[in-house]
């Protein structure tokens, strides 16, 4: 179902919000289907049916005009899904965006005639922050050796995953790099 339950005060157990709403529908469906097999009435069938419906629509959005709120049994409202969604505190807003990851940065963006349709134009001092990680390779050990020289690259992580910082060492090209190394690179 929606959440396993939990334990209230050391020793009664409660259901998730949306575990109630489920058994509902449950409930309500096995209704539906009693009448059906017995030959209900049309209109007994009917306030069932709209019960079904009800309890579909409040699992979805408990807050819809004109139609009153599914509650618990201490008349406190159930939660909806839509209500666990929006807002933020919701599962979007809340839990989803906004999350700290590598290789981003934040900035403001312009316009800039020069640039294809495809590209994006990126500050120099974010551009210089954000590395790109690259493993040597005999086809590009001497672009990379050369990407030192021109201080375009921050690290150097051997084989044995020891990181030489390039800001703090004093002669960065006289390093040798060998295949298998990665090195961090500027992007451009």
Known sequence: ?????????????SQDNLTYNLANILKANKTLREDEQRGAASHIFD???????????????????????????SERPLKS?????????????????GKRV????????????????DQVGVPRSIAQNLTIPEIVTPFNIEWLHESIRLNAARYIISDTGD??????????????????????????
Do not use: W
């Not at 934040?106 to 005639?113: A, C, G, K, N």
């Open 47 to 73: 306030e069932h049916l709209q019960y079904l419906q009800y309890h579909c629509a409040t699992l979805i959005d408990n807050d819809m005009p004109g139609m009153p709120q599914s509650c618990h049994k």
């Open 163 to 188: 990181r030489i910082d390039l800001r703090f060492h004093p002669k960065p090209s006289d390093l040798h790099l060998q295949c298998g190394y990665i090195v961090e690179r500027h992007d451009g």
């Open 81 to 97: 899904i839509k209500a666990r969604l929006k807002g933020k505190e919701g599962r979007i807003r809340g839990n989803l965006m």
């Open 1 to 13: 179902c929606g959440r396993p339950s939990v334990l209230v005060f050391g020793t009664a157990r």
């Open 102 to 117: 590598d290789f981003s940065g934040r900035t403001l963006i312009t316009p800039d005639p020069n640039l294809a349709i």
